[in-house]
């Protein structure tokens, strides 16, 4: 089975890209590859932890948890992004990494496809 | 031993959102990738500006003194400095009436030898078809 990379700028609840990407993410795992997922700029606000459900918004914060269940899926946030945005290591859900930019370039040398949504 | 090779696209606007910046900030990371690989493994990033987004290489940017923050072009300059490969999407800048003389196109004030090019569109698609990967930022 492959590996798909998938990078994010895309903001959490401002726009449905972020849930674009994590239900691609869902379909790849679900057909046995792995997937590494990378978020920077305001998509980092995905791993923030303490999100509540609404029916207005989407909440991407139950399917990311099954997705890191598998042993497939790895999410990893850009530490300066987080940081830039107020919150820290301890704010971070259970299962995320965070790191710097290089870790997705890392990630991209060995993927089978890359998957970049660059906009806001 | 293998090199892969991601192509950085920007199309966005400077400062409107923070697309640009991340291109090349994701860019110049390229520089530290060898901690996470293989010896003798490397990840070669270039950028390329098409669209909206040749206004990123706009010379003598002010955003420092309107919102407090780095520019665009410092760090456009960085990645020439790095000796990173930069396109410039020829047509792009005709659009807006843009020279050579209004765009950022070497480092040589802080020891670069890398000059940006401008090329047309042709030229960057065959940048792209080169490339490992496509980042669209």
């Not at chain 1, 998938?6 to 609840?13: A, E, P, W, Y």
């Not at chain 2, 697309?19 to 900030?25: E, I, K, V």
């Not at chain 2, 400095?81 to 050579?100: A, P, Q, S, W, Y």
């Amino acid at each position: 089975m492959g590996k798909l990379t998938i990078g994010t700028f895309s903001s959490l609840v401002g726009s449905l890209s972020l849930d674009f990407s994590v239900k691609l993410a869902e379909a790849a795992v679900k057909k046995g590859h792995k997937v590494d997922f990378w978020m920077s700029g305001n998509a980092t606000m995905l791993a923030k932890k303490g999100q509540k459900a609404f029916k207005d918004y989407s909440f991407l914060a139950k399917p990311i948890q099954e997705l890191i269940a598998t042993g497939n899926f790895q999410i990893c946030a850009c530490e300066a992004c987080a940081e830039a945005r107020g919150y820290h290591k301890e704010d971070c859900p259970d299962g995320f990494i965070r790191k710097s930019m290089d870790w997705y370039l890392a990630s991209t040398f060995d993927a089978d496809r890359v998957l970049h949504i660059g906009g806001d | 031993m293998a090199t892969k090779k991601l192509a950085f696209i920007v199309r966005s606007l400077p400062y409107k959102t923070e697309a640009s910046r991340l291109a090349l900030t994701h860019a110049i990371a390229s520089q530290t990738v060898e901690i996470y690989l293989n010896d003798g493994d490397l990840v070669e990033a270039s950028v390329s500006y098409v669209g909206d987004g040749v206004l990123n290489c706009l010379k003598g940017q002010q955003g420092m003194k309107h919102y407090g923050i780095t520019t665009i072009e410092g760090h456009a300059k960085n990645s020439l400095l790095l000796d990173m490969r930069v396109l410039i999407c020829k047509e792009d800048l005709d659009k807006f009436g843009l020279t050579e003389d209004n765009i950022l196109m070497d480092a040589e004030d802080i020891g670069g030898e890398t000059k940006a090019n401008v090329v047309s569109y042709g030229e960057i698609q065959k940048e792209m078809d080169a490339a490992t990967h496509i980042l669209v930022c």
